[in-house]
DNA sequence: GCGCGCTTTGCAAGCGATTGCAAGGTCAAT
DNA sequence: ATTGACCTTGCAATCGCTTGCAAAGCGCGC
């Protein structure tokens, strides 16, 4: 039933050699005009595409690249998903998609089916990856960039933002606005986005005398941010302020101050999130956020994965800043115009 | 560099034929206890796998199956594409990625593209397929299963909502709900879950001896659902009801509803959605809608997949029941208490 | 000890391309 | 007309695996 079409039917029917027909889809190869001429009518008649799998096997490149990737729930990833995969497409690489959990273990099975596939080179959306498991790719000959994760391994590209600079930033702001009692619901510890951010807050604060009322590890959670705030802001001498570790997390933060503890905002509290997803702009949340630039991100990563796969490159660590998106969530300092 | 470890080498070390390594690899191949042991050994030591892309060449099953998406905006993709991906690759499969336009001259190269990749099996996940490619997929024994949108050919398997019915639900509780000025913000009359939607609507209101007072299509746009919304409800006889195509432009309305117009949900007006999207759990916006279950829809396709990949069953087109999730966005008729 | 059936094994032919190599052609310069 | 440089072309090996086929091995009943 499935009619394949191979080079050899084309070349017969183009009454050429088989050589000939791979040389007219392969880009320089060496072609007179009226061969290319019989290659592609007969190509056409036959509706014949090149196999890329068999590609591949000869070539050793199969313009697969793997992505790892946790999860689609904060609505940062869809937005990464979906830029790199066209980024990818446009140089004509594919995405076979992975999802693990967000935990070196259950990291480490995924991989392996990566190279099974034989993929050309695996990005990682905000997953980490075990030492052993860098080795078997380096061995492999097969470049691996963290996007949204940084990790102390020269052997590993990685794609970020400036965390620490962008947790100042919400220190600087939150001071700026006239807080007192500033708290942070803070993002997983056990990633470098998280620890990042967290420590470039907590050195803000002190640089300006300040020092945090209160601190939370909410892990990148939804449930476990919105628990946080609850008990968090519950008692008599609440915070009125909050840097919350990334976007999604802030959002569920905000409806549980508005709607459960019917505090207003920023009246009574700000909120700053760490993103600047699309949902943060919408006139419901008005988040006033600390702005990674996707574009730019998955500009840097793709760059740096194919450069790597087609030059032989030295791995690079790039670090893009963060800026900051101001909005409703937060009392602005005073003269405060950026 | 990339030192591939291969099935011969391995079977060099393991003191056996190359086939023999081949055989222990595959599942139901025919191999002695004890050549099991020395392959399984020398494998271990050499960390040798399987190269999955030369399986595929001879056995002509590539265990990767194409996603066609056209976005991830709406929040009811990521969260289909991430079930797709994981129960497939629960069952061996990968998913490779393809980003299309929401046109149908756009998504004839990028499944042109899926078919170079020899992929087992298509998923169209919210896109319309040409005939003319179904011809090539059905040709080259592709099987395609069409997510969340129908089309009218037997060759190609679909799984989708009741729409229709899903119209009619909207329409008997908005009228039970007793509004008297019914309007309808259409999802994308070019989409058979557009026109179906609208259809059973407008249906379900006429047997209830009601008619719509307005209706526009927003073609799952946002801003174009808010653009609608805005001059809907400026006027002095505003509609004190509405019913929209999604969730993703319902939330886009009710934003304008709210924050622009100064209207209260669900006092001046009752919003409807469809999908369930997470979104509409959130405290903010409690929107009341027509439920698609997500995990069975899923199921639903892959298994149909996956069946017509191993099998060779006919294509199915299935329908799968949505029902009312009731929130707090649309006045509830009394006594409803389903 | 021989023959029969069943399982296990190895050989070798593909799968559909790429690519190094050498042969054949073309054309300009001599 | 002859030579040499250069471009085209075809041959055949190769990528890493699966699988049909036939030979080998094994256990068992006679």
């Keep these: 039933m499935s009619e394949k079409v ?7 029917r183009a009454g050429v050699s088989q050589s000939a027909v791979s040389r007219y889809f392969t880009p320089g190869g060496s072609v007179s005009k009226a061969t290319a001429a019989k290659v592609k009518k007969a190509a056409e008649e036959l509706g014949y595409r ?3 799998l068999a590609r591949a096997m000869v070539s050793g490149r199969s313009r697969i690249i793997g992505l790892v990737i946790a999860d689609l729930k904060n609505q940062f990833y869809p937005m990464a ?37 034989q993929v050309d080179g695996i990005i990682t959306a905000s997953v980490a990856v075990s030492n052993h498991l860098t080795e078997r790719c380096t061995a492999a000959g097969i470049p691996v960039v963290m996007f949204n ?6 052997r590993l590209s990685s794609v970020t933002t400036d965390n620490v600079a962008g947790g100042r930033m919400a220190a600087n702001f939150l001071v700026g606005g006239g807080h007192a009692r500033i708290a942070h619901i803070a993002g997983w510890q056990g990633a470098t986005t998280g620890r990042d951010r967290t420590l470039g807050f907590v ?8 020092e945090m009322v209160a601190m939370e590890d909410a892990m990148y959670d939804r449930d476990r941010a919105a628990e946080i705030a609850r008990t968090m802001f519950s008692g008599a001498d609440r ?16 409806d549980v101050l508005r709607f459960e503890l019917g505090l ?19 006139p419901t949340y008005q988040l006033t956020t600390i702005r990674q630039p996707v574009n730019r991100m998955v500009t840097a990563t793709v760059d740096t994965l194919l450069d ?11 670090l893009i800043s963060g800026s900051l998106k101001i909005r409703a969530s937060a009392r602005r300092p005073k003269g405060f115009t950026a």
Aim: aromatic letters at 8%.
């Design 149 to 154: 994760r940084g990790q102390d391994d020269a």
């Design 203 to 210: 050195e803000g604060l002190r640089d300006l005398g300040h």
């Design 50 to 52: 090149p196999n890329v």
């Design 308 to 318: 790597r796969i087609e030059g032989d490159i030295e791995p690079r660590q790039i």
């Design 81 to 117: 998903l979906e830029l790199l995969s066209r980024a990818l497409q446009e140089r004509d690489y594919q995405v076979l998609v992975f999802f693990a959990e967000n935990s070196t273990e259950s990291v480490e099975p995924v991989v392996q089916r990566l190279l099974d596939y």
């Design 6 to 12: 191979t080079s050899l039917q084309v070349a017969e």
């Design 239 to 254: 915070p009125d302020a909050v840097f919350v570790g990334n976007d999604y997390m802030a959002l569920s933060v905000m």
């Design 264 to 282: 207003s905002i920023p009246d009574d509290v700000s909120v700053l999130g760490y993103d600047d997803v699309p949902l943060a702009d919408w």
